[in-house]
């Protein structure tokens, strides 16, 4: 079973320029997390997935972020404009209804210039 | 708010000897309680959970860790560290009843020396 993929695995942009990740969580798995570590601090949630429709957008910063899942299947995440404090990694967790576990991605390593 | 705390974002232990992690989390019930590990270059897997019943839960890797409710503390043992066990380690916490996101320490880095 194939688990879940993140694009792309590293992005450096400049600072103002627009930067889109993508994660495809495991098949089959509604809930689709995204998570962010700034360097040298906690890992920190972003926002929750339920099939197409965002639970839980809490954690998300600011209006520069944009996150969709159409289809209730992979999902994007795009930066615009980018700014320096946005650089870390993100990373995107799947998991089932009943499940207590969350399955994580590689991560993607944001670096704003 | 909810948070959990690791203390000591670095551990160095000679190989063979004992590891311990510490992690304490505030709440007042009970969370589910996680620790994931991540190897460098690689994304976070999952060591050990406990959710419900045995309070003393074994993971990968021969890792174990005790949910100790009067403490609030879930911390993370090995009897014998390995040079492959070096690698930062996270406690996490998730909330029942509540969103299911997960909610982290700020990890601890565990160095093992010959």
């Known amino acids: 079973e194939a688990g879940v993929t993140q694009f792309p695995s590293h992005s450096v942009i400049e600072k103002g320029q627009t930067v889109t990740l993508r994660c495809d969580p495991i098949s089959g798995h509604d809930n689709l997390y995204w998570y962010r570590r700034v360097m040298g601090k906690e890992i920190k949630f972003l926002l929750h997935?339920?099939?197409?429709?965002?639970?839980?957008e809490s954690g998300m910063p600011n209006n520069r972020f944009l996150a969709e899942r159409t289809g209730g299947t992979y999902s994007t995440l795009k930066v615009q404009p980018a700014e320096l404090e946005d650089s870390g990694v993100y990373f995107c967790?799947?998991?089932?209804?009943?499940?207590?576990?969350?399955?994580f991605g590689p991560g993607t390593r944001l670096t704003v210039l | 708010a909810q948070s959990v705390t690791q203390l000591g974002s670095h551990v160095s232990v000679s190989e063979g000897a004992l590891v311990l992690l510490r992690c304490n989390y505030s709440?007042?019930?009970?969370?589910?309680l996680f620790w994931y590990v991540q190897y460098p270059n690689q994304g976070l897997q999952l060591l050990l959970k406990?959710?419900?019943?045995?309070?003393l839960v074994k993971g990968i890797n021969g890792f174990e860790a005790e949910f100790k409710k009067s403490e609030t503390s879930f911390h993370l043992t090995k009897p014998s560290a390995h040079m492959s066990d070096a690698a930062e380690y996270f406690c996490?916490?998730?909330?029942?009843?509540?969103?299911?996101?997960?909610?982290f320490g700020t990890g601890t880095r565990l160095q093992v020396t010959l």
């Open positions: 709440s007042s019930v009970p969370p589910y």
């Open positions: 406990y959710t419900t019943g045995a309070t």
């Open positions: 967790a799947s998991d089932a209804p009943t499940s207590s576990e969350q399955f």
């Open positions: 997935f339920v099939k197409e429709s965002k639970q839980d």
């Open positions: 996490a916490v998730r909330y029942t009843g509540t969103a299911s996101k997960l909610t």
